[in-house]
């Protein structure tokens, strides 16, 4: 599975953008879509995570709020809609995709098996 990041950009404190995530083929229902982010050195945390069936979304509180997946089955593809940005949320971002994962495990970036490019989000102070 190949996934293509895309909607990344510079925007202004308090500004909104809208991540996607396409992936190259049709993922089953085991298949959870996720965002990580890093930003210059520090480690790659997780952002929020969605399993196909979208009944369920997981956040970190950092972005709790303000953040939103969401999921289009049918094209292959996720979205992850980030309002009230801040200076601190400046990161590449980088969508994932694997199967088989369980709530404990969606938070382990080691846990996750396909990956994205990255889309370099950036938030003017």
């Known amino acids: 599975v190949q996934l293509q990041a895309s909607g990344g950009g510079l925007v202004q404190t308090g500004g909104s953008l809208r991540l996607s995530c396409a992936a190259s083929q049709r993922t089953g229902n085991r298949w959870h879509m996720g965002w990580f982010r890093q930003a210059p050195g520090k480690e790659r945390e997780f952002v929020t995570a969605i399993p196909w069936s979208g009944t369920t979304t997981h956040y970190a509180d950092s972005v709790k709020g303000r953040f939103t997946i969401s999921r289009d089955n049918a094209k292959n593809t996720a979205y992850l809609q980030m309002n009230l940005l801040k200076p601190e949320d400046t990161a590449v971002y980088y969508c994932?995709?694997?199967?088989?994962?369980?709530?404990?495990?969606?938070?382990?970036?080691?846990?996750?098996?396909?990956w994205g490019q990255g889309t370099q989000v950036t938030v003017s102070s």
């Open positions: 994932t995709a694997s199967a088989g994962l369980i709530t404990s495990s969606l938070r382990l970036k080691d846990q996750w098996r396909y």
